[in-house]
């Protein structure tokens, strides 16, 4: 006899399995070329439930192009221009969050040149004033992130520096007002950093990588951090370097547990180019409790140059079938025939961690950091990149024409956990949650919670027979939806 739960998921596993290989990318679609940047970002700035594109430079200053709809964008427009290079920013990180509790994205930056982390203010409608200043002894601020490490459910700012290799923390008071430095850690040159509840434990956890290591904070719960190794590179590989922004906790496998992903810089040089670096990328599996399996290599054979520097690793549900893909780039110079090869790319996720069906987004491309997000509004995960050009860099942007699975009907801007679940499901949500669905995988609605006005929400599923069920979350900006596996 099969049991309801299992008949349930094997009918998630076909729906999954039949959308798997059916999506094609579009050609390129320039948002702006010539430009001198230091990076880019994707955010709703304006809060029209569009997402636009953010790029800031140590040259031109801190601009966003808006998103009009369809994938349309304005000229650039300016946040920020710095009055002094030599002394003030060029902003060498951004992470669009909303510090003042306002529902609109605010915009944290670490700046390298006066080591200050500050926040420009948006007043929901992407006009921006100058930057609140969180701290001038960042040592070079070269990552910036956020988010709740106290248990207040205000987003606290995490920053790494360079010079003294140093993570530390600032507590959100509320409306965005801050308190002193808190420091993590004392010996990691970050270049990258995320904040997730790594052990499942009910609070975030701090990951953070640098040139030759992988290593996770264990959050007590009142902001106190613990040291936790997870990967440092053995001698073969102590040349190499963990690129900035390329560490991420995310559920490679679907069994609710936050996995660790990262690429690394294997070798300097093939020995006929010395601007050909080659890259792994690999995985850990998080065993439960934040205890982490042995290295699971995805590729150790992507080449890039160090005129490509930047983030080339991002991961995401690129298929839209409710497992995360991997996107990345690769740029090799053939000496030989005098030749760059280039390329956009993604590894498709069977939904096991097992990551095969290598397709290729474009062929005649690299880019210095990478993101998918919707720019047309189909629902589908679009690839933006800033790419290398002739005179500078060029913002592109590759239509995602296909690709439809049960989690990608509607965008998600909400986490949730455990999941898998014996019962308890708390839901944390970027905006106020009006209304919440619980449905079966045909759409059939179980039950159902209205008149919330809340970002925080627990949902008890004890009731329910094992098996997949949707949770719907509604807000003033749509409906979002997610999995959820009651075992």
């Given amino acids: 006899m099969i049991k309801k739960g299992t008949l349930l998921f094997s009918i998630l596993i076909l729906l999954i399995a039949h959308v798997q290989g059916q999506v094609s990318f579009g050609s390129k679609q320039v948002i702006d070329n010539a430009l001198s940047q230091t990076g880019m970002h994707v955010a709703d700035v304006n809060n029209d439930g569009l997402n636009d594109v953010l790029f800031y430079s140590g040259a031109y200053g801190f601009y966003w ?3 009009k709809g369809g994938g349309n964008f304005s000229t650039k427009n300016k946040i920020y221009h710095w009055p002094n290079q030599s002394v003030g920013l060029p902003v060498q990180s951004v992470f669009p969050v909303d510090i003042d509790g ?7 930056i670490g700046a390298t040149n006066n080591n200050h982390v500050a926040v420009f203010i948006n007043d929901g409608s992407g006009n921006f004033g100058a930057p609140n ?3 001038d002894s960042a040592k070079h601020a070269q990552c910036v992130h956020a988010g709740d490490l106290n248990g207040d459910n205000n987003p606290d700012v995490v920053s790494a520096s360079g010079f003294n290799n140093e993570i530390t923390w600032y507590e959100n008071n509320g409306n965005g007002n801050f308190g002193y430095q808190n420091l993590i850690s004392d010996s990691i040159d970050a270049y990258s950093i995320d904040i997730e509840d790594i052990d499942g434990d009910g609070d975030n956890d701090v990951l953070a990588a640098d040139y030759n290591k992988v290593v996770w904070y264990k959050n007590d719960g009142n902001g106190k951090f613990s040291y936790q ?6 001698p073969a590989d102590s040349i190499g370097a963990i690129v900035e922004n390329s560490a991420y906790a995310k559920d490679l496998n679907g069994n609710g547990r936050l996995d660790v992903l990262y690429e690394f810089r294997l070798d300097y040089s093939d020995g006929s180019n010395a601007d050909n670096y080659k890259y792994m990328i690999a995985w850990h599996e998080n065993n439960g409790s934040g205890s982490f399996g042995s290295q699971q290599v995805i590729t150790d054979t992507i080449w890039n140059g160090s005129s490509v520097d930047g983030r080339k690793l991002y991961p995401s549900d690129i298929d839209g079938d409710g497992d995360i893909d991997i996107l990345t780039t690769y740029y090799y110079y053939d000496v030989g ?3 760059s090869i280039n390329k956009i790319m993604w590894f ?4 096991n961690g ?5 397709q290729i987004i474009s062929d005649s491309h690299t880019a210095n950091f990478l993101y998918a997000a919707d720019l047309d509004g189909d629902m589908d995960k679009d690839v933006i990149s800033n790419s290398p050009g002739n005179y500078g860099l060029s913002i592109l942007w590759f239509e995602n024409k296909g690709g439809v699975g049960v989690s990608n009907q509607t965008q998600q801007n909400f986490s949730l956990y455990p999941n898998p679940t014996t019962g308890l499901v708390k839901i944390s949500a970027e905006r106020q949650i009006k209304s919440l669905y619980v449905t079966d995988i045909t759409g059939k609605i179980l039950n159902k919670f209205d008149g919330l006005n809340t970002r925080k929400k627990t949902v008890d599923l004890s009731g329910l027979e094992t098996g997949v069920y949707i949770l719907q979350i509604h ?13």
Avoid: C, R
């Fill in 102 to 108: 306002d529902e609109d994205k605010d915009l944290l």
């Fill in 133 to 135: 200043l969180i701290t």
């Fill in 348 to 351: 498709e996720n069977d939904g």
């Fill in 475 to 487: 807000t003033e900006k749509g409906v979002s939806s997610a999995k959820v596996i009651k075992e």
């Fill in 354 to 358: 097992n990551f095969f069906n290598t």
């Fill in 65 to 67: 192009y808006e998103n």
């Fill in 337 to 339: 025939n005098n030749q």
């Fill in 229 to 234: 190794k997870i990967f440092s590179a053995t």
